[in-house]
């Protein structure tokens, strides 16, 4: 079974702080993503991988940076957190052939007060 | 441009039979998702339909997919309360490697 490890189910931070969020899977996958969620706005993409060192941004991608420096992780970085970036944030991977769906997270619920 | 629309509620007595819709504006989708979310969770995908079928069964669920008038609903028969749950569609694209739209969600609730 797919496994995805997202460090922390909550995290709380201050305004400007420098924020990593990280994850992890196991099962060797390609694609990674970092969604964010909040209510009645879905799941919206900030940043997708689709190898080590490589980074492809989404729809949302001001504020946040990621780094891939090994296949098997993730990491999603506020880089001078804001009360705007409170909000559940969802890693996901993937296999690149077509009928494969993406596996998620369990999701870190960040507060930024 | 893409783009996947859902109603944000949906309340149903236990035993019924729940249809959540999705419409989305892209054609050129090739996978359509449904995927589960319960409360302080991850999403759990439920099941998918490529762009090619009308209908798939799972059990409990039915697809459907009317690509004219690119809607999609997932239905629940016997619907229980462990069946309480966010619900969110997802189209896929051919040559976007993998990136999924979602919906907004689904929150469905089941009353005894």
């Known amino acids: 079974d797919v496994k995805v490890t997202q460090s922390s189910r909550y995290l709380v931070k201050r305004t400007g702080e420098k924020v990593f969020l990280e994850c992890v899977q196991d099962?060797?996958?390609?694609?990674m993503f970092w969604y964010r969620q909040d209510p009645g706005l879905g799941l919206r993409l900030i940043y997708f991988?689709?190898?080590?060192?490589?980074?492809e941004k989404g729809d949302i991608p001001e504020g946040y940076s990621v780094s891939r420096e090994k296949k098997e992780r993730f990491s999603l970085i506020l880089e001078s957190a804001s009360t705007n970036q409170t909000s559940m944030y969802l890693c996901?991977?993937?296999?690149?052939?077509?009928?494969?769906?993406?596996?998620f997270g369990d999701g870190t619920r960040l507060s930024i007060l | 441009g893409e783009d996947v629309e859902q109603s944000l509620f949906l309340s149903v007595r236990e035993g019924d039979s729940s249809v959540i819709n999705c419409t989305y504006t892209?054609?050129?989708?090739?996978?359509l998702y449904w995927y589960k979310q319960e409360p302080g969770a991850g999403l759990q995908l439920l099941t998918y339909?490529?762009?090619?079928?009308d209908m798939k069964q799972d059990q409990r669920l039915t697809v459907l997919l009317n690509k004219k008038d690119k809607h999609l609903s997932l239905r629940i028969a016997d619907t229980q309360t462990g069946d309480s749950a966010i619900y969110f569609c997802?189209?896929?694209?051919?040559?976007?490697?993998?990136?999924?739209?979602f919906g907004q969600g689904t929150e469905l609730s089941v009353k005894p």
């Open positions: 099962m060797d996958h390609e694609n």
């Open positions: 892209d054609s050129s989708s090739t996978y």
């Open positions: 997802a189209e896929s694209f051919y040559n976007q490697g993998g990136k999924l739209i």
């Open positions: 996901a991977s993937s296999v690149p052939r077509r009928n494969q769906p993406q596996h």
């Open positions: 339909i490529f762009s090619n079928m």
């Open positions: 991988s689709y190898d080590v060192k490589m980074k």
